[in-house]
């Protein structure tokens, strides 16, 4: 549930991570740690799901080296500088100067994105064809920005806004492009592994020399929604690779979604960490174990 590293100086600690600072102050460097927490309606549970940060942490770092062609990503190491008890869930990165806006892509109409379409027809400002249905894959990908709340919810903000945030159009047309050129990329490797990568978000921002790049997770459960190819059906919701499986049973409970979260039953854990673990084996076409051997 925490990942203290009592010789590291802790910059931040969030809902998933910890980021540490190495070396001295203006060295440059950060360690970022997954633990192995989960939240659902923005709060965290008590409960762990063993492995789920080093599945994070893996997949994160899979990506970040198949993408690496479309744009630089903050990703230094996954073991030099790593302390060997954060070894398997955390990366030696790059301090960025992270944008205000979270970068949604969405290749279906699921989720928030379905609510909204429902009742308006469009989606971050953006209109959608008449008629979809739950779940359909949209005729093209499209970018929907989102504010970085400290508290609560993001809230869905649209092109405009979010140029507004960034104080750069020109600056925020380049994340778009290349937001869409990230998903578009992942979904069709993901989709080859039987895998659909439904929507995710991406966090970029700044290094020293003003380069764009993305850092923070990628691609990870916990930022995107992956369905299982085999059994996909237009028109109602689908099984995936992240902690719905926790959400769902969560609104099952009787929770008011108000923090303190419940503690997870042993059956829900031990069905959300086979979930994870799927996913990563599915997408990277190896065994988790790899993953473990490697940065042992």
């Known amino acids: 549930m925490t990942t203290t590293l009592a ?64 744009v ?26 992270m944008l205000p806006v979270e970068c ?8 928030s994105g379905w609510n909204d379409y429902q009742a308006t027809g469009r989606v971050s400002g953006i209109a959608l064809p008449e ?57 069709e490797h993901a989709r080859e592994e039987g895998v659909i990568l439904a929507d995710t978000k991406f966090e970029l921002g700044l290094d020293e020399d003003g380069e764009l790049v993305v850092g923070d997770e990628v691609l990870t459960p916990d930022s995107s929604r992956y369905w299982p190819l085999d059994g996909y059906e237009v028109g109602k919701g689908q099984p995936s690779f992240d902690k719905q499986y926790v959400r769902d049973w969560a609104s099952r409970t009787g929770w008011d979604k108000k923090p303190p979260a419940p503690e997870i039953p042993d059956d829900v854990v031990e069905g959300t960490r086979a979930r994870y673990i799927e996913a990563y084996e599915r997408i990277t076409g190896e065994p988790f174990q790899a993953w473990l051997d490697r940065t042992a």
């Open 7 to 70: 010789d590291l100086p802790l910059l931040a600690s969030g809902k998933v991570r910890e980021m540490y600072r190495l070396d001295g102050p203006d060295d440059g460097r950060l360690l970022m740690v997954a633990s192995d927490r989960i939240s659902t309606y923005d709060a965290v549970h008590p409960t762990p799901i063993p492995d789920k940060g080093k599945v994070l942490t893996g997949l994160s770092a899979f990506w970040f080296e198949q993408t690496k062609r479309i």
């Open 72 to 97: 630089a990503n903050h990703m230094l190491s996954t073991t030099e500088g790593v302390p060997a008890q954060a070894r398997g869930r955390a990366l030696v990165v790059r301090k960025l100067k």
């Open 104 to 111: 949604v892509v969405r290749g279906y109409i699921t989720g």
């Open 131 to 187: 008629g979809l249905r739950e779940s359909e894959q949209l005729p093209e990908p499209i970018f929907t920005p989102s504010t970085k709340a400290d508290v609560g919810h993001d809230e869905a903000i649209d092109f405009e806004r979010a140029a507004e945030l960034v104080g750069d159009r020109g600056l925020m047309e380049r994340v778009r492009d290349i937001s869409i050129a990230l998903y578009s990329f992942a979904a």
